[in-house]
């Protein structure tokens, strides 16, 4: 893979990391902060700078007022105002943390109110979009450094915000052309306090980077949650008791806000949309590997890929995974389970060692990026697929005329999205990640008063249990 130009590197070492969140800054960075938009991201950060001492004072602003008076409750900042506008007076720091289709239009309301000399930043998965959409709307006095806190969890609102989420993990600031070093060193060093790992790299690299280690693991976590919602009402409602590890990973992702995702998108398609036509490559490669009985190609493919789940978890011990025999796999699979555990379990296995394996052979993001800036949705991917290489492949092989059955409606599934994606179909989109996300919500439900799995189900590969990430 080719390397792309050097970046620049700050950030606290673990150590140092966990010292922050237990001292406050001695000396502010800023005078006074702004957010606007206090979900998951804009909470946390308001929380993390208070935590930290990284500024005197906050303002903070969300669209509801009942948003609003939340976040009054809970004290997360010393002024909550009604409108952005008003957010941003006297503020030399600016942070934006709201979907980023509407960054545009809170660029043209708040530019005239700026303070010479703030500096004004978001939380966005996607930078060139909002470097096309927030510059023609700011005045020159002030500094524009685009920036996404790799960071965050499936929940959303200022309940579900904490001064730990950026501890850790990666911070990506896109300057613009020109922009002042002053300015990029200050926005670096207030990131860094916040407990974060901070790199500078173009916006158009940035979303090619994304683009394969979040935006399409969430594309295809929609796709297939999306998929085993449409199941016979029989199936559907043993989906949440018999839904593996695998598949609740994908339910995990696909809980993420549709408004958000519809968004990153739209706004980031190209990126997205070269990044599928490599995965749908990739996973017709095993698919005809299965169906032409070809092990060694699905046990290699399989072995490649668990390599770099190695990599990101720095795992250095095998797993202790059980011993199945071959026979005794086929007759479970054939059972009336087959097709459930094919939407529940064999399918998520088989895009989770797609779309990784697509992940190392990419020519314009270099694996070591891969492993870097992995976010939330690429790291469960990579936790479905360290399972057992010899182990899934039987499975597949054994289970196949179920997983070519299913594999077919995600298809369908996921042309359908690509298809709006490329027709910048926003509703479409939006009802159909609404539809996933309430999946996530029956099995967390179902979770609460589910009895456990019939005995004559076969069993799951063990799974090593990782420290929790974003």
Known sequence: MKEPPRKTNVGPSKKQSQQRTDRPASSPIFNRLAVIGMGLIGSSIARAARAQGAVRSIAATARSAATRRRVAELGLADQVVESNAAAVEGADLVIVCIPVGACGAVAAEIGSHLAPGAIVSDAGSVKAAVVRDMSPHLPATAHFLPAHPVAGTEHSGPDAGFAELFVNRWCIITPPPGADPAAVERLKAFWGLLGANVETMSAEHHDLVLGITSHLPHLIAYTIVGTASELTELMHSRLGHLASGAFRDFTRIAASDPTMWRDIFLANRDAVLEMLGTFVEDLATLTRAMRSADGETLLHHFTKVRAIRKYIAHADKQLALPRVDADEIKDHWTSQYGPLLAITSHLPHLIAYTIVGTADELSKVTRSEVLQFSAGGFRDFTRIAVSSPTYWR?????????????????????????????????????????????????????????????????????????????
């Open 394 to 470: 039987d499975v597949l092989l054994n289970n196949k005329t179920s997983v070519f059955e299913v594999l077919g409606r995600f298809n369908e599934d996921l042309a359908q999205l690509t298809r709006a994606i490329r027709r910048k179909d926003g509703e479409a989109l939006f009802n159909f990640f609404s539809r996933a996300r309430a999946i996530r919500r029956s099995i967390v439900e179902i979770n609460y008063r589910a009895p456990r799995l019939p005995r004559e189900l076969p069993p799951e590969p063990l799974r090593r249990p990782y420290a929790t990430e974003d």
